[in-house]
């Protein structure tokens, strides 16, 4: 595939991205803050995100298993994952966190638990679809020695 068509490819992929909901601005100011001297860094905050953001869903599940449930708790877990999706944009996952901790200040165990099957799940989409935005990014410059930090 040629320069242009993946270049057209990933700006069409961005957009969607954002028209879908998926991002928000933020995620555009952490690109402006890319530069020569760190070509990788918005893959490489993203990529600590997924990593961070998967052992605070670990831990909000286990949360939810212990009895009694301790609704104070979840809120902080959910408030660092809120916080932590914020900070690159991740406003589908940001919205989910809002109604998890409106079920906790309600203490709805069941309503937490919908919320929190509802969040791994735009957890689990949105990293699909940045690993493959990024993937796509490595193939058109200096993006292409990006290490690939996913895992």
């Known amino acids: 595939m040629d320069y242009s068509n993946l270049r057209r490819q990933i700006t069409s992929m961005k957009k969607s991205l954002f028209d ?9 100011q952490l690109e402006e803050l890319q ?18 953001s ?19 708790r979840l809120d902080s877990l959910v408030h660092q994952f809120k916080g932590s999706g914020s900070s690159i944009g991740a406003v589908r ?6 109604m998890f901790k409106a079920h906790c200040n309600n203490r709805n ?6 919320s929190l099957q509802k969040m791994k799940r735009e957890h689990a989409t949105l990293k699909q679809k940045l690993e493959t ?10 993006r292409e020695r990006a290490v690939n930090s996913w895992k």
């Open 20 to 28: 879908q909901g998926y991002l928000d601005e933020q995620f555009n």
């Open 133 to 142: 935005y990024f993937q796509l990014l490595r193939q058109v410059g200096p």
């Open 35 to 52: 530069d020569d001297s760190s070509p990788n860094f918005v893959e490489e905050v993203v990529a600590l995100f997924f990593k961070d």
């Open 93 to 98: 996952m940001k919205n989910e966190c809002s």
């Open 109 to 114: 165990l069941e309503g937490c638990r919908r």
């Open 54 to 72: 998967s052992r605070l869903l670990t831990n909000i599940e286990q949360a939810l298993e212990k009895y009694p449930q301790d609704f104070y």
